[in-house]
């Protein structure tokens, strides 16, 4: 196989950078995050509603914070595992259904129901007055309709936007994606036509670090259906992508060695030449990168040179 020059991948300004996003600016907490959970957040996650009901009984706080990096309060434990009666329990409590989740992500209850395709349990939630206008956090957030679009749940997306949810709400600054970007880039084609029917921008900006436009995000996917319905939407086919961890479309394509999308983004106009992110490679390189020989072979066979 012919070795392309790829150039300098991974600076150390910016494996610094990597090290301080991954603990979101702020001090990890090491360890087991299962030993940090208490009985009562354990008891719900596990749907064991009489220990729930114990607990509480026994005057346990419904509303312990959620400890450790990836910690869950007790209602937001029973959400995102779809045990319905302990999420009333604990909501009859007093549990607080928009209190924030761990560090990583700080997901609400509703956010991870919404998520994990618990209809019922968003219906409950919603009716205790979650507020499905809740931004992203920061660090691998989501909003309760970007993660309901990311998991293809498509009723859900739509209850969320009746209940007044914000289809393009900004997302999470680093690895965000809005409700359309999240659709897009897990194939979910119907969910993708029901938000651009439904106005969403197919066009966004990115954040500076792991975002993916729609259009990238299908192409990394190797979703040839939800692609062309993005083209017939006017999505850019050249859009820049993230600094940092950034692709174009063709480069995600060619990277993830998904011929057929590399040949229609080739119809579509995208520029062979185009580098992408911090990485700075151009299709060629990507696709030689990871041994995608045929690539390779139809980016040369459409021009594409490299120093």
């Given at each position: ?11 150390e ?13 702020e ?12 009985p ?9 509603l009489q ?5 509480l ?6 509303n ?6 990836y ?12 045990h ?7 909501l009859?409590?007093?549990?607080r259904?928009?209190a ?6 700080g ?8 998520g994990?395709?618990?209809e ?6 919603l ?14 957030g ?5 993660a ?13 936007l ?15 994606r809005?409700a359309?970007q999240?659709a ?6 119907e969910?993708t ?30 979703h ?46 995208a ?5 992408y ?21 139809v980016?040369r ?6 120093n």
């Amino acid at each position: 196989m012919t070795q392309v020059p790829a150039g300098k991948h991974e600076p150390e300004s910016q494996k610094s950078f990597e090290k301080e996003e991954e603990q979101g600016g702020e001090e990890k907490e090491w360890g087991d995050d299962e030993n940090k959970w208490t009985p009562l957040q354990t008891a719900s996650e596990e749907g064991d509603l009489q220990a729930v009901s114990d607990l509480l009984h026994q005057g346990v706080d419904p509303n312990e914070l959620p400890k450790g990096w990836y910690g869950k309060t007790a209602l937001q434990a029973a959400s995102v595992n779809g045990h319905l009666p302990v999420v009333e329990r604990l909501l009859k409590a007093g549990a607080r259904v928009d209190a924030p989740g761990g560090n990583n992500g700080g997901r609400t209850a509703l956010t991870l129901a919404s998520g994990a395709g618990h209809e019922e349990i968003v219906n409950a939630l919603l009716a205790s007055g979650a507020d499905v206008t809740i931004p992203a956090h920061r660090y691998m957030g989501r909003t309760a309709l970007q993660a309901a679009a990311e998991g293809g749940h498509l009723d859900i997306v739509k209850r969320l936007l009746r209940e007044g949810a914000q289809i393009n709400a900004e997302p999470a600054h680093y690895s965000g994606r809005t409700a359309l970007q999240a659709a897009a880039s897990n194939g979910h084609l119907e969910v993708t036509d029901f938000l651009l029917d439904q106005g969403a921008m197919v066009n966004t900006p990115l954040m500076r670090y792991k975002g993916l436009t729609p259009l990238q995000g299908a192409a990394l996917g190797g979703h040839m259906e939800v692609l062309e319905r993005l083209l017939d939407a006017g999505a850019h086919v050249d859009a820049d992508g993230s600094y940092y961890n950034g692709y174009t479309a063709l480069c995600a394509a060619a990277e993830a060695g998904h011929l057929e999308v590399v040949k229609r983004l080739l119809e579509a106009g995208a520029d062979i030449h185009k580098t992408y992110g911090n990485k700075r490679l151009m299709p060629i390189q990507a696709a030689n990168w990871r041994g995608h020989e045929e690539i390779v072979q139809v980016l040369r066979n459409a021009g594409a040179i490299w120093n």
